[in-house]
């Protein structure tokens, strides 16, 4: 299944769930999973972050925009998980999975 949304689309509808980014982000993560959605503002523009987790659990924060939301491809979902991956900021660039 191929899909294309805006970051903001998937951010509220597959939270949780594995995905695929082509391109691998500025990180070069290519399977993600996504557990939040960060917006902020940098000198008059606009960006957008996906707050994620790869195959591991560290922290994959993958930035995709600039100005305006970009429009992701998601090649892959995995079905929802039973529970949902919580963030724990630790610092700007590692998270983990509580249980």
Do not use: C
């Not at 998601?74 to 983990?96: D, F, G, H, K």
Request: aromatic residues 6%.
């Amino acid at each position: 299944m191929t899909t294309t949304l805006t970051a903001s689309q998937l951010g509220r509808q597959h939270h949780g769930r594995l995905i695929r980014i082509p391109h691998g982000g500025w990180t070069g993560h290519r399977d993600i999973v996504l557990i939040g959605i960060r917006r902020w503002e940098f000198e008059g523009v606009q960006r957008t972050e996906l707050l994620a987790l790869d195959g591991t659990g560290r922290w994959a924060g993958v930035a995709h925009s600039v100005a305006a939301d970009a429009m992701l491809t998601i090649l892959e979902e995995s079905p929802r998980t039973r529970r949902r991956p919580r963030l724990v900021e630790r610092n700007y660039r590692s998270a983990s999975i509580e249980p």
